[in-house]
């Protein structure tokens, strides 16, 4: 009975449940079949904000506006890419999106006509079974104001080594790790999650938060969560942004 209950809990949360479920692949067509054609033939990138190739195709990215919220955009590879799950991520050569998304908060800056601190945007990727698209986007938002205060209060608790988050975050128990660096050049949190050892990376949800200390030096938070089904977690860290952009009002 008990081993019947969790396949039909295991099966109702590996249901997408994004308006985009009708079409899992509807980020890939966009990118794929609008925003590079068009970027190729004109400069043009639209529908999306942005198209970068610089490095060609297979290493490119795309900066499309969500249609959900105010302000939240997606970094979308150019290359066909699952998502956290896909080995690809962690090639020797493989781009670092993260750095590549950080650098594009500015279009969210742009739609709220606004600069923000550091604190108050987020990164975020979904675990395979917290997604509706099966092309990789990193989610490009302010943060929730209750997570920022969280941060806040327990900035000394967070090492330089992979630690439990002494807080719940949006009901989930996270993991943190500061990133001593104001940008992400030398530091791909892909990398980070993979070198601890785990075997289902695809499990895993990473948020990336900015950091500003007291004495000014500039870093990041990064987050951790595990998908567990017998408790709901999908471990989808875009719980941890706000897509009405509160932060950016106070």
């Not at 400069?43 to 795309?62: T, W």
């Not at 950080?102 to 606004?114: I, K």
Request: with cysteine.
């Amino acid at each position: 009975m008990m081993r019947t209950a969790w396949l039909l809990l295991a099966g109702l949360l590996a249901t997408p449940v994004s308006s985009h479920a009708s079409d899992p692949s509807a980020l890939w067509n966009i990118v794929n079949g609008q925003c590079v054609p068009h970027e190729l033939d004109g400069r043009d990138p639209s529908p999306c904000s942005d198209v970068d190739l610089a490095n060609g195709v297979d290493k490119g990215f795309a900066v499309l506006k969500d249609r959900k919220g105010i302000a939240q955009f997606l970094l979308i590879p150019t290359a066909r890419i699952s998502g956290i799950d896909d080995p690809a991520i962690l090639a020797p050569d493989a781009p670092n999106y993260w750095e590549d998304a950080w650098r594009a908060r500015y279009f969210v800056e742009g739609r709220l006509e606004v600069e923000l601190p550091r604190d108050a945007l987020a990164l975020a990727i979904n675990s395979s079974v917290g997604r509706s698209q099966d092309q990789l986007h990193i989610h490009i938002d302010c943060i929730r104001p209750d997570v920022r205060d969280a941060l806040a209060a327990n900035r000394d608790k967070i090492a330089d080594v992979w630690t439990p988050f002494p807080a719940l975050l949006a009901g989930h128990r996270y993991r943190a790790i500061r990133i001593p660096h104001e940008m992400l050049d030398g530091a791909n949190p892909f990398r980070m999650l993979a070198d601890t050892g785990v075997s289902d990376i695809g499990q895993h949800t990473l948020v990336l938060i900015g950091t500003t200390a007291a004495d000014g030096d500039r870093g990041f938070v990064l987050l951790d969560d595990h998908a567990d089904l017998l408790t709901g977690d999908r471990a989808s860290g875009e719980e941890l942004q706000d897509h009405t952009c509160a932060v950016a009002r106070t």
